[in-house]
Nanobody
Framework: QAQLVESGGGSVLPGESLRLSCVASGLSEFSLYRMYWYRQAPGKSRERVAYISSGGAVDYLQAVEGRFTISRDNTERTGRLQMNDLKVEDTATYYC?????????WGQGVQVIVSS
């Protein structure tokens, strides 16, 4: 059974950093999937935070540009989101997602809380 397991969430002060990871198992041809990170805060709609293609092209939500970095290791079948200079507005539940035509897999979600 294919699954994505997320880790790395937590509670931090503004300006601190966290690194989220997303480990895939039971999934062949990991390198063929697009990888996304989404987040959703209470009372707000879900938004796309970052994207990385099979070939390494990346795209970011403007609000996190320059602070977050998405990466992937196809050998380890792992995706990562490095979050630096965290702000209160980044507080949300974060989800990783792998997508290709006809297939769509989601992590369980991890909570990130940024407060002073």
């Amino acid at each position: 059974q294919a699954q994505l397991v997320e880790s790395g969430g937590g509670s931090v002060l503004p300006g601190e950093s966290l690194r989220l990871s997303c480990v895939a198992s039971g999934l062949s041809e990991f390198s063929l999937y697009r990888m996304y990170w989404y987040r959703q805060a209470p009372g707000k709609s879900r938004e796309r935070v970052a994207y990385i293609s099979s070939g390494g092209a990346v795209d970011y939500l403007q609000a996190v540009e320059g602070r977050f970095t998405i990466s992937r290791d196809n050998t380890e079948r792992t995706g990562r989101l490095q979050m630096n200079d965290l702000k209160v507005e980044d507080t949300a539940t974060y989800y990783c997602n792998l997508w290709r035509v006809g297939e769509d897999y989601w992590g369980q979600g991890v909570q990130v809380i940024v407060s002073s």
